[in-house]
């Protein structure tokens, strides 16, 4: 053999080689995705961004606080609570005006 045939057969060898061992490589770091567990990101106060653990409130308005800015005033809630409280109690209290007889 000759320089040229020994070189030519070398590099013929090595990306067959390298080609499985980059599959394999692949295959072990979709194994290891797939064992470990996925993180859950951490719930967050809406107005100090602090950590939330078990307890989580939610307001109307539709955001999540932590105890100490769970008050409407608190975060300044644009939800409207007053309408809210007028048509609740029409509802629970309807007028009565043909039920009662003079007499």
Same mark, same amino acid.
């Given at each position: 053999m000759n320089q040229?045939?020994?070189t030519n057969s070398l590099e013929t060898k090595s990306p067959v080689?390298?080609?499985k061992s980059v599959e394999e490589s692949v295959a072990k770091e979709l194994e290891e995705k797939e064992t470990k567990?996925?993180?859950?990101p951490k719930q967050k106060c809406?107005?100090?961004n602090a950590k939330l653990k078990l307890?989580?409130?939610?307001?109307?308005c539709n955001h999540i606080f932590c105890h100490k800015h769970l008050g409407a005033h608190s975060?300044?809630?644009p939800y409207d609570y007053k !309408?809210? *409280?007028k048509k609740q109690i029409e #509802?629970? !209290?309807? *007028?009565?005006?043909?039920?009662? #007889?003079?007499?």
């Open positions: 040229f045939e020994e080689k390298e080609e567990p996925k993180k859950i809406y107005e100090c307890i989580i409130f939610t307001c109307k975060h300044n809630c !309408n809210e *409280k #509802e629970n !209290n309807p *007028k009565i005006e043909s039920k009662m #007889e003079r007499i």
